[in-house]
């Protein structure tokens, strides 16, 4: 099974990596080539509680995060949330020819800032490993002024101003992040093509099959593991090239295969809502009514 560790604060982080006392309680950027880990990092379960972004060159181990292994690649950058696991699987505390840097953030940071409700739409920070974002050299500098600009903030005398500037640069760091992702999706487009082809031959065989009935609407998650991405990758990449998220998909399927039972099939509404996946009939009215203006029965006359 492993050890498993839980960092709750980024002084207990820094005392685990043996690195400097923190020059702040709630931010810290980590220099990777100075960290000696007070414990082995074999087959060590990782939860922490606070925001991490990681920039990792020249190092050759293999970690588990999300469902995949993932080699960390020469400038790629991964993101953690508060309460996600990390497994890491190999000893990497030799590993002297690493270099790079992790920046991490408690959510106390941003508690009182505007920036705790916009968070969540960096959906990157629950992306697995395997989707991790490839920075160009441009944006790899970029990215990195930034961070450093960040430690020079937080490793100030604090006053009244720190604070508010700390957050805007971190909100800054994210945003580049965020169309630097975009700019990714764009240039993997073709592969992305493939997905949105495979996605839909998916869904095709879901609602053809007797699954529908038996098991319910695919649920988001459920698609996105048959897929073999994270369910934020695989809606983002959705909207991306086709305008329609994970759940919108889903819905158009659905709404599709109602319409031919509907006018192909005497079936009573009741029995077509059950055979869609749905438990209660009003459930399926509801959303076809919203998703064609009218009610099924309505629709087959």
Same mark, same amino acid.
């Given at each position: 099974m492993g050890n498993s560790i839980r960092i709750e604060s980024i002084s207990q982080l820094h005392e685990l990596i043996g690195y400097e006392k923190p020059k702040h309680p709630l931010i810290t950027l980590i220099d990777l080539t100075k960290i000696a880990p007070a414990i082995s990092t074999l087959d060590l379960h990782i939860i922490t509680n606070f925001y991490t972004i990681s920039l990792k060159e020249g190092i050759s181990c293999r970690n588990?995060?999300?469902?995949?292994?993932?080699?960390f690649q020469e400038g790629s950058l991964t993101f953690m949330a508060p309460e996600q696991e990390l497994h890491v &699987?190999?000893?990497? !505390?030799?590993?002297?020819?690493s270099s790079g840097w992790i920046l991490c953030f408690h959510p106390d940071l941003i508690y009182k800032n505007s920036l705790i409700k916009k968070v969540n739409q960096y959906t990157f920070f629950s992306y697995d490993s395997n989707e991790a974002l490839h /920075?160009?050299?441009?944006?790899?500098?970029?990215?990195? &002024?930034?961070?450093?600009?960040? *430690?020079?903030?937080?490793?100030?005398?604090i006053d009244v101003f720190s604070q508010d500037l700390i957050i805007s640069y971190v909100e800054l760091l994210l945003n580049h992040c965020k169309r630097f992702y975009g700019r990714q999706f764009i240039t993997r487009a073709k592969v992305n093509k493939e997905v949105v082809v495979r996605f839909e031959d998916f869904l095709k065989y879901y609602f053809d099959s007797a699954k529908p009935e038996s098991d319910g609407l695919p649920s988001v998650k459920y698609?996105?593991?048959?897929?073999?991405?994270?369910?934020?990758? /695989? !809606? &983002?990449l959705l909207k991306k090239e086709t305008g329609k998220n994970t759940q919108e998909h889903i819905h158009f399927y659905m709404i599709e295969k109602a319409k031919n039972m509907l006018l192909d099939t005497e079936k009573p509404v009741n029995l077509i809502a059950a055979e869609l996946g749905f438990e209660y009939p009003q459930?399926?009215? *509801? /959303?076809f009514k919203n998703k064609t203006g009218m009610s099924p029965i309505k629709y087959r006359n």
């Open positions: 588990k995060y999300g469902r995949q292994y993932y080699d &699987d190999e000893d990497n !505390s030799e590993a002297k020819n /920075l160009s050299d441009q944006e790899k500098i970029k990215i990195t &002024d930034i961070v450093n600009e960040i *430690k020079n903030e937080f490793s100030q005398n698609c996105a593991l048959e897929m073999g991405y994270s369910p934020n990758y /695989l !809606s &983002d459930h399926f009215s *509801k /959303l």
